[in-house]
């Protein structure tokens, strides 16, 4: 129940909602709920006008300070109600049709619209919009007004090119659907608008081309976008591991990008970016694992350049989960593979190292993991120096003090070295994961173990489905795409051969020359 301290009027009372569904037609009333709801906010500014003489009706506006542009505020709305002749008006048009009058003529921006909701009412005024109450009327009058802080658009810090584009989402929405807006200039893109988080009600926004896209993945992500029920939703991680299918699995099913290029270029291959307010981040969905060693400047740049850079981050990736496996199964298990003058050195090394092979690897990796937060987490310059001064410093010390033999030094930092490689850092957070498994497999088994461990992880990643798409297409099912895919998978075709869209597309509209 809400209620006026002052003269014990009961504003309302309802079980499920602390207000009507409706707004009144009297603004007294209307005042009194907006001030009761936001009680205790002193950011929440309202201000009655009246309209006229004494016996003219009044209007009543309600805003959320540093939501609302003051400029554009001042300008559209209060400059032009004081600017006004309401007398005249009044007495040549009377109040019979005040609310259209005011909506045609008084406000001037084209940028409104109108709700008698007060569910919508109260999200638009805690979005930054102004809401105009009018005396009389039930109806509402949003006023866009927005213009809360944000720090524009920047250049990209996670996905670096050398060549191409440096612009790079930022936590407005809008902005981020302009900037994909401005590059596919077609009426067939689409921007789907919705809210989720039941108390954060977070603008989430789905952008994809229409015939290009699948109509069953398009009813899908939606599906699975209805489905959430949360209290808040902060970013579009959050959404990430709601919408994703093996909640399990230590590998993405879902892309994140910063780059308005990259969303580009995949909403034109059919897929579907999912724009989340408050979020640099927008996901892209479906997505295979070929898909996470894709780059922008994969397509900028010379064919023959990047098919060999892009043959580079798979086997950065193959060397990123097996090469400590591998040293610890050599090892242990099958030094006669190693040249007769190689195991004489690492013979005299290891013999000051009191620990095992597997051991030595897990300690200085626990220790290079660290430093690599510890750069994460401080400043650009800093955090730069702190890796490498720190990896240097901790691995010599490690060596001479005995707990670690060099060849291992120089095992983790090759491992380390080809995670840097893979351009996409959710996938390099999956294969460290997985390197951990394979390493004890091999620890414990050899060369055995080392291969298991490694049949293990492709049988998981083949069950693997994003949207219903095979996780390692088009290395499996290349059927599917009757091999126009294998053309962008380890190798990149020159773009004259890339005349097909990825098996995401519509089957309709597979061709990218017209």
């Known amino acids: ?35 009761a709801l936001f009680k205790d906010s002193q950011d929440f500014i309202s201000r009655k006008i009246p309209i006229g003489g004494e016996d003219a009706p009044s209007i009543y506006l309600a805003y959320m300070d540093a939501m609302t542009g003051r400029d554009l505020f001042d300008m559209t709305i209060i400059r032009r109600f004081f600017e006004m002749d309401w007398a005249t008006i009044n007495e040549n048009e009377g109040h019979h049709d ?51 802080p944000n720090r524009g658009i920047q250049s990209a810090e996670t996905e670096v090119v050398v060549q191409g584009p440096r612009e790079a989402f930022s936590e407005v929405m809008r902005f981020n659907t302009a900037l994909i807006r401005r590059r596919i200039r ?51 991680g959050c959404v990430e591991q709601l919408i994703e299918e093996s909640w399990i699995s230590p590998f993405p099913q879902v892309q994140l990008t910063e780059r308005p290029d990259k969303a580009a270029s995949s909403i034109l291959e059919g897929r579907i970016a999912i724009i989340v307010d408050n979020s640099p981040f927008v996901l892209l969905v479906p997505v295979s694992l070929n898909c996470f060693f894709q780059a922008s400047e994969d397509y900028y740049s010379r064919w023959q350049v990047m098919s060999i850079t892009r043959l580079l981050r798979f086997i950065g990736a193959f060397i990123a989960v097996a090469l400590p496996a591998l040293y610890v199964a050599i090892a242990l298990y099958h030094p006669s593979m190693i040249p007769l003058s ?79 490689a893979i351009p996409n850092v959710s996938l390099v957070y999956g294969f460290r994961i ?40 088009p290395f499996a099912a ?37």
């Open 1 to 35: 129940m809400i209620t006026d301290k002052k003269t014990e009027h009961v504003i309302y009372d309802s079980k499920s909602k602390p207000y009507p569904p409706s707004p009144s037609t009297s603004i007294d009333e209307n005042k009194r709920l907006l001030e």
């Open 98 to 148: 005040l609310y259209t009058m005011l909506k045609d003529r008084a406000i001037a921006t084209s940028d409104l619209s109108e709700s008698d909701k007060m569910d919508d009412i109260l999200y638009f005024i805690m979005a930054g919009d102004t809401a105009v109450f009018i005396e009389g009327s039930s109806k509402v009058i949003i006023v866009a007004t927005r213009g809360f």
């Open 186 to 236: 077609d009426t067939g893109l689409k921007v789907k608008q919705s809210r989720i988080g039941v108390r954060s009600q977070t603008d989430i926004a789905l952008m994809y081309v229409e015939g290009i896209v699948r109509p069953e993945v398009l009813q899908e992500v939606e599906r699975r976008l209805e489905l959430i029920n949360i209290d808040g939703i902060m970013d579009s």
């Open 342 to 420: 190689m195991v004489t050195k690492l013979a005299e090394a290891s013999l000051a190292v009191p620990f095992p092979a597997v051991i030595e690897i897990l300690l200085l990796d626990a220790a290079f993991e660290m430093l690599r937060e510890a750069g994460i987490r401080l400043k650009t310059a800093s955090g730069g120096t702190i890796g490498i001064v720190g990896g240097l410093i901790i691995g010599q010390a490690a060596v001479e003090a005995g707990l670690v033999s060099p060849i291992v030094v120089i095992i983790v930092a090759l491992n380390g070295i080809a995670t840097f």
């Open 434 to 473: 997985i390197k951990y498994g394979v390493l004890l497999l091999a620890a414990g088994l050899g060369f055995l173990g080392l291969w298991v461990g490694l049949l293990l992880a492709l049988i998981h990643m083949a069950s693997l489905r994003s949207f219903g798409f095979p996780y390692l297409m």
């Open 478 to 514: 290349s059927e599917l795409s009757k091999g126009e895919d294998l053309k962008d998978s380890l190798f990149r075709f020159p773009l004259f051969m890339l005349k097909k869209r990825p098996f995401f597309a519509n089957p309709k509209q597979t061709s990218r020359y017209k």
